[in-house]
């Protein structure tokens, strides 16, 4: 069957995503065919896109990674799903397709109660910041702690689910109108780092202290001063390049504080089926308890994903946008 992608043939700008048709085999042993009815839009697609990660490839390459909808056939020896099944998945490469064939292992059923628009919207992002808050660092109760890029897709999950652990957020954003989206979303002490230091600002409503953890997703233009803000024997978490790569810097800079930094991927915390399983199950409670909202604040068509690009790349948007086949 000839399903549509939006793909890539070279890197670039959101100018060399093509609109094209693909053939679909039948799937093969473990496998699942998907039918999408949402797709999760992240700002990893856009590294994916212009080649920041450095990974070699193979064009074209498929942009996506994560997907909801319905499976409709599966391959010998598939026994977790069924045709008709409601699923989710996060972190595969390729999902900006109407459909696509998956490992059967490597998704979730979708809970009743949560919509395919929800899940493609909320499900790899809340998983991140699952691992970020509760397994990376596990964020205790009244530490305060510092999250960059507050007002975005993910930085948002992290002020609700940090605040509902217990701690007190700081969090920059570029603009007013993001301090106030992000002081909503739980973050008791919004910078707004286009007027203000932020380094300035975290020590001094720490009264000097500093912070443990400082969660940064925007890399290059943050990371250093992200340093200065973490108190002793601080870890310092990039999970993400907004900005582009952080620059290399002499190891000796962490010595006088005896600080840890760290460069993680969620791949690594959800490679095994339990942490997959566990991780999930966890993400939709908060998801429907109200711990976590995550507000759909943009819907583009798939053909149109060169757009959403165009849109996250400006730095303007907030909250999460989902593309629909």
Known sequence: MKTKVMQIHQHGGPEVLSWDDVELSDPGPGEALIRHTAIGF??????????????????????????????????????????????????????????????????????????????????????????????????QPGETILVHAAAGGTGL?????????????????????????????????????????????????????????????????????SLDCLQPMGLGINFGTASGQVEPFPMQHLHKKSLIVTRPTLATYIAKREDLDTASEEVFRVLRDGTVKVGITREFALKDAADAHRAIESRETTGAMILVP
């Open 157 to 225: 999950i992290l002020c609700q689910w940090a605040k509902a652990l217990g701690a007190v957020v700081i969090g920059t954003v570029s603009n007013d109108a993001k301090a106030e989206i992000a002081r909503g979303a739980g973050c008791a002490h919004p910078i707004v780092y286009t007027r203000e230091n932020f380094v300035d600002e975290v020590m001094e409503i720490t009264n000097g202290k500093g912070v443990p953890v400082v969660y940064d997703s925007v890399g290059r233009d943050t990371f250093m001063g």
């Open 42 to 139: 992240n700002f990893v697609d856009t590294y994916h896109r212009s080649g920041q990660l450095g990974h070699k490839v193979t064009f074209p390459l498929i942009l996506g990674s994560q997907g909801a909808g319905v499976v409709e056939a599966t391959g010998d020896g598939v026994e977790n799903l069924k045709v008709g099944d409601r699923v989710t998945y996060a972190n595969l490469l390729g999902s900006y397709t109407e459909a696509r064939i998956i490992p059967a292992n490597r998704m979730v059923i979708t809970p009743d109660d949560i919509s395919d628009e929800l899940a493609a919207a909320a499900f790899l992002r809340s998983l991140t910041a699952r691992y970020l808050l509760k397994r990376l660092y596990p964020v």
